[in-house]
C-alpha cells in the first residue's frame, strides 16, 4: 500500500518551467518497486498519461505532447518522484496526478493500471 502526495504546482506564464513532486508513503513495500507515473486531467477532458518511470528509474515514457519538454525522474532514497516541466504552453494547464504501480516490466499509460493516486496538484500556465 503507497499513500501518494503532490507538491510543486502553481501559476507560471508560457514559456516558464515548474517542477511538481510526489512523495510516497509505503507500506510493505519499498518506494523502488512502485511503477511511478504523472497524469493529467483539464476541466472537461479525460484524465491522460503524461510520463511513468520504471523502478530504477533508467525506462522512462512520455506523451508525444511533452517530449522534449517534460522529464520524470526518481529518487527512492527519498521515496520521490519528480516532474520537470519547462516551456511550458497553456495547454499544459491541468490538474497533475501522481500515480504508483506495483511491479510490472513496462510502464502503463493507462489509469487504471495504477493502483494508488494523490490527491493533484494544479498547474496553470497563462499565455
Known amino acids: 500500500q503507497v499513500r501518494l502526495v503532490e507538491s510543486g504546482g502553481g501559476l507560471v506564464q508560457a514559456g516558464d518551467s515548474l517542477r511538481l513532486s510526489c512523495t510516497a508513503s509505503v507500506s510493505g513495500r519499498i518506494f523502488s518497486t512502485y511503477i511511478m507515473a504523472w497524469f493529467r486531467q483539464a476541466p472537461g477532458k479525460e484524465r491522460v498519461f503524461v510520463a511513468g518511470?520504471?523502478?530504477?528509474?533508467?525506462?522512462?515514457r512520455y506523451a508525444d505532447s511533452v517530449k522534449g519538454r517534460f522529464i520524470i525522474s526518481r529518487d527512492n532514497a527519498k521515496n520521490t518522484v519528480y516532474l520537470q516541466m519547462s516551456s511550458l504552453k497553456p495547454e499544459d494547464t491541468a490538474m497533475y496526478y501522481c500515480?504508483?504501480?506495483?511491479?510490472?516490466?513496462?510502464?502503463?499509460?493507462?489509469?487504471?493500471?495504477?493502483?494508488?493516486w494523490g490527491q493533484g496538484t494544479q498547474v496553470t500556465v497563462s499565455s
Open positions: 518511470i520504471g523502478w530504477s528509474g533508467a525506462a522512462t
Open positions: 500515480a504508483a504501480k506495483l511491479f510490472g516490466i513496462e510502464v502503463s499509460t493507462t489509469p487504471r493500471d495504477f493502483g494508488a
